[in-house]
């Protein structure tokens, strides 16, 4: 065993691409007809190799197709075995050296090692002679030491294991001659020691022994049988010693190869000469044929160039009496480009991760053509449209590397396409596809179909409801594509949001934990996270907005009068008050908005029906008509507040009037009651004779004061608005236009006769049109009433006066 090895480093340039590769040979020695799982060396020990790693690395045996299944590799072991019995005569023919050439390949990194196989020949074939009878026709006048040639026996095998030496069986006439040619073959010949006889013996018979040199020799026996015949003395010559031809492999069956031609000086039958072959290979028998009359030697057989490309025999050209002469034939077959080139995908990562960088190696194509010289030269190319290219290698190898960047979501599949043509004439091509996959990384985050989402809910829902729903999409695959909503935990009101919504993990439903009311809060916003299940997992967020609308859930509220049971109010309403005049206003609030707080005024119920209506939208209640002698001086009024919402809510207030100029009548407050409260009439007259008789002391001691401390004209006028309670107000109230909120100040003026203990009202005018100012209402008590300003005229016809300012609410 002889082992040579050497290491280059090939840099092949392709999108930055430096592949590293290394190469050594191997050559190794084995005989002939060894038994399969023979060990002939061990690969990994002779090249220095990890055994434990060729596995891993993909170890190998390439070879061609016609020698693949002779070896491989025990990938445990590293040892070089035989797979199936070699036979070096079927393998290689008559060839001095038998060599096979294999390939070892390795990968990542690539490595190519060639292994060159001597197969050494064993003594398993015996010499064998072309025909087991010879047959000769000597003439009785062939004189003492005349040369007859035999063919030489043919041994399969070669060097000392072919024919060595020859032996004659022993007889009376002939002895033997053997003689090497120039070109290493034996010349055979049958030497006359004794004349013939014909009389005495016409025919003889003896035996010819061929022996190789093999260990334990072989031999092969022809059988010599001589007719003695009248004399012969020319033998045929060939016009030349060699024939040489050459053709195509691809050539028609009768195609003539060439014409061997031989003369015999004889006339007659010694002068007719008949060709045969004489030595010739099995496989050459199957692929020519000789016309024995003419020479020709024609195909009969398939050529082919890569199976077999010399073809060399040997032509015996005898007389009619068996003088013969011979000639070599020497046929040369060219090589055709019949061969298209065969693509073989050695290795290839599938899947690949869409985040391979640039330049990475995803595969190792090799590319075979068995014709040869520039026939068996093979160009290889991959189609432009994929970001992948081919970078040549070793030899015939082509490493499949990336040359962009992926993407499963544009693209998650290739059809690679490569083609291999050859540089023959015509040139013949191949094509082989290479299906490659894209494998998903988590690159994509979830994107929400909207940039924002808005929805609309009305107050008072029932927990659990639907508000809206949120999506988004990721491209990616299975888990990475795999999308989970989530809420973000921000505060609502000081409130987690979880305390007001929720959101289905899977389907990005969003419902409502609780039931929303308007007049707390009209809106808020809540931020959806969107988390794919990736390695590491990817998140958008999308802001929800989420709109409360108002429904009529609020009654209306009344702020003036007040609720029954709280106070005691009164307006007074002089009897001169003409019709349309302003004697008091209704005010009421709601807490919803919108419609739902759009109020609207009725009466109900009146003393005198046709007396007094109210503002529709105002609330204002005015007199229909002017105030007659005949006219109850008691009226109540039952006034209905009502929103309009759908269905509409309301509120009913009562409000008292009355009808008086006097003074004096003041304490006749105490039939203003209810008739259903009849009950408690003399509890209500005793404190209104007490609140009438303190509210007269209290003025009178008023008017002394402010004429004291300041002088003013006899008239003096009083305005002005006192507001409604802050107690009034809701603490979620929200004004509305047209909602009954009075926004004017009215005014009454009072004067009061000197000669007169019980001072009588008088209507003056309204400070804003068609209205009656007012400052104060009648209540319980005289310190309820008002507060009177109001200063006494000098003048003896006037006499002291005061006024009052009745002022309704504002709001």
Not at 35 to 64: F, M, T
Not at 380 to 397: A, G, R, T, W
Request: with cysteine.
């Amino acid at each position: 065993m002889k082992i040579q090895g050497s290491s280059w480093l090939f840099f092949l340039f392709g999108f930055s691409v430096v592949v590293h590769i290394t190469t050594a040979d191997l050559s190794y020695s084995v005989p002939e007809e060894m038994r399969p799982g023979s060990i002939v060396g061990n690969i990994a020990k002779d090249l220095g190799l990890d055994a434990g790693k060729l596995l891993a690395r993909k170890a190998r045996i390439d070879a061609e197709e016609s020698y693949q299944h002779y070896c491989d590799i025990d990938l445990k072991t590293g040892n070089f075995v035989i797979r199936e019995r070699i036979d070096r005569e079927e393998l290689c023919g008559e060839k001095v050296s038998c060599m096979v050439k294999f390939e070892l390949v390795l990968e990542s990194p690539l490595e190519l090692h060639r292994i060159s196989l001597l197969i050494l020949d064993v003594n398993d074939n015996p010499p064998a002679f072309p025909k087991d009878t010879i047959k000769l026709e000597i003439s009785e006048s062939a004189v003492k030491g005349a040369r007859y040639r035999i063919n030489e026996a043919h041994d399969s095998d070669v060097g000392q294991n072919s024919v060595k030496q020859y032996s004659l069986q022993n007889n009376e006439h002939f002895v033997l001659s053997v003689r090497d040619d120039t070109d290493g073959s034996k010349n055979v010949e049958l030497v006359l020691d004794k004349e013939l006889d014909r009389e005495k013996e016409n025919d003889l018979n003896f035996v010819l022994i061929a022996v190789d040199g093999g260990n334990p020799q072989k031999s092969g026996t022809a059988s010599i049988h001589v007719t003695v015949l009248d004399a012969n003395d020319n033998s045929p010559l060939f016009d030349q010693a060699v024939y040489k031809a050459s053709l195509p492999e691809n050539s028609a069956l009768d195609t003539l190869v060439v014409r061997v031609s031989a003369t015999d000086a004889d006339e007659g039958v010694n002068g007719e000469v008949t060709y045969e072959f004489s030595r010739i290979s099995e496989r050459a028998k199957k692929m020519f044929l000789l016309n024995s009359k003419t020479g020709e030697i024609k195909v009969k057989g398939a050529l082919d160039f890569e199976s077999n490309s010399k073809y060399e025999m040997r032509i015996d050209a005898k007389d009619g009496y068996g003088l013969s002469s011979d000639s070599k034939v020497m046929i040369d077959i060219t090589d055709v480009n019949d061969n298209a080139p065969v693509i073989y995908l050695k290795s290839l990562s599938n899947p690949i991760p869409e985040n391979v960088s640039p330049g990475t190696e995803v595969g190792i194509i090799n590319v075979q053509d068995r014709d040869s010289e520039t026939n068996g030269q093979v160009r290889c190319s991959i189609q432009q449209n994929v970001p992948f290219k081919l970078v040549p290698s070793i030899k015939n190898y082509y490493s499949l590397v990336s040359t962009g960047q992926l993407d499963r979501e544009l693209v998650s599949d290739y059809n690679i396409t490569i083609s291999a043509t050859d540089e023959g004439s015509p040139p013949l091509s191949s094509s082989k596809s290479v299906q490659l996959s894209v494998a998903d990384i988590n690159d994509n985050p979830p994107v929400f179909e909207e940039q924002s989402y808005s929805a609309y809910v009305s107050e008072n829902n029932k927990p659990g409801s639907t508000l809206c729903s949120v999506s988004a999409r990721d491209p990616d695959w299975r888990q990475n594509g795999t999308v989970m909503y989530s809420l973000l935990g921000n505060e609502v009101n000081g409130a987690p949001v979880s305390a007001y919504v929720s959101v289905n993990g899977d389907t990005g439903l969003i419902h409502a934990v609780r039931s929303f009311d308007y007049e707390q809060f009209r809106s808020f916003k809540v931020h959806v996270m969107a988390r794919d299940n990736g390695s590491p997992p990817l998140s958008s967020n999308v802001t929800v907005s989420v709109f409360i609308s108002d429904v009529n859930d609020n009654s209306p509220q009344i702020l003036y009068p007040g609720p029954e049971g709280n106070s005691f109010m009164t307006e007074l309403v002089p009897k001169a008050a003409h019709g349309g005049s302003l004697v008091s206003k209704v005010i009421a609030v709601d807490a919803d908005s919108g419609q739902n707080a759009w109020l609207s005024y009725q009466i109900v119920k009146s003393t005198d029906p046709g007396l007094f209506t109210i503002g529709v939208h105002s609330g204002e209640i005015r007199t229909q008509r002017d105030i007659s002698e005949s006219d109850s001086m008691k009226q109540n009024l039952i006034v209905s507040v009502k929103d309009n919402g759908q269905p509409s809510l309301s509120a009913t207030c009562s409000m008292y009037l009355l009808i008086s100029d006097n003074l004096a009548e003041v304490p006749e407050l105490k039939d203003i009651s209810y008739d259903e409260k009849n009950s408690k009439l003399t509890s209500y007259l005793i404190i209104a004779l007490v609140c009438v008789s303190t509210f007269f002391l209290t003025f009178i001691i008023i008017i002394l004061g402010v004429r004291f401390c300041r002088r003013r004209k006899p008239r003096l006028l009083f305005d002005g608005a006192v507001a409604i309670p802050s107690a009034y107000l809701p603490p979620n109230y929200a004004d509305v236009d047209g909602t009954g909120t009075l926004r004017s100040a009215y005014n009454y003026d009072a004067y009061l006769t000197t000669g007169s203990r019980t001072s009588d009202f008088k209507f003056v005018s309204s400070y804003n049109d068609n209205t009656l100012p007012a400052d104060q209402t009648l209540r319980k008590s005289p310190s309820d009433f008002a507060e009177v300003f109001g200063d006494c005229d000098d003048s003896p016809e006037v006499g002291t006066c005061a006024k009052y300012s009745l002022v309704s609410c504002v709001l």
